[in-house]
């Protein structure tokens, strides 16, 4: 079966960095845009970046563009987030997401539009 297993979450200081990866399993990697989703306590599930299936377009929400590259490596069927200057406000469950192939629009944060997702990996920035 579709197995997504995130990693590369913890505990850092406002302003560090922590490399997120999701290796997947059980798909044809590389026939799946993949993103990043964080939900913070008591907030909904939002969008964080998006890559397309051959790596060459990305997406990012605004609160994250220039801090946190999303890359992925098909020959690993791997895809990472780069978080950097980290805030508190990046606090939350981060998880990875394959977006249905079904899917082909330009508008890759919403959330329905992900078919499988990972458990999750904790990510907490202290001030």
């Known amino acids: 079966q579709v197995q997504l297993v995130e990693s590369g979450g913890g505990l850092v200081q406002a302003g560090g960095s922590l490399r997120l990866s999701c290796a997947a399993s059980?798909?044809?990697?590389?026939?799946?845009?993949m993103g990043w989703f964080r939900q913070a306590p008591g907030k909904e599930r939002e969008f964080v970046a998006a890559?397309?299936?051959?790596?060459?377009?990305?997406y990012y929400a605004d609160s994250v563009k220039g801090r946190f590259p999303i890359s992925r490596d098909n020959a690993k069927n791997t895809v990472y987030l780069q978080m950097n200057s980290l805030k508190p406000v990046d606090t939350g469950v981060y998880y990875c997401?394959?977006?249905?192939?079904?899917?082909?629009?330009?508008?890759?944060?919403?959330?329905?539009?992900?078919?499988?997702w990972g458990q999750g990996t904790q990510v907490t920035v202290s001030s």
């Open positions: 059980g798909l044809t990697f590389s026939s799946y845009a």
């Open positions: 890559i397309s299936r051959s790596g060459g377009n990305t």
């Open positions: 997401a394959a977006r249905d192939p079904a899917y082909s629009g330009s508008d890759y944060s919403t959330s329905y539009e992900y078919h499988y």
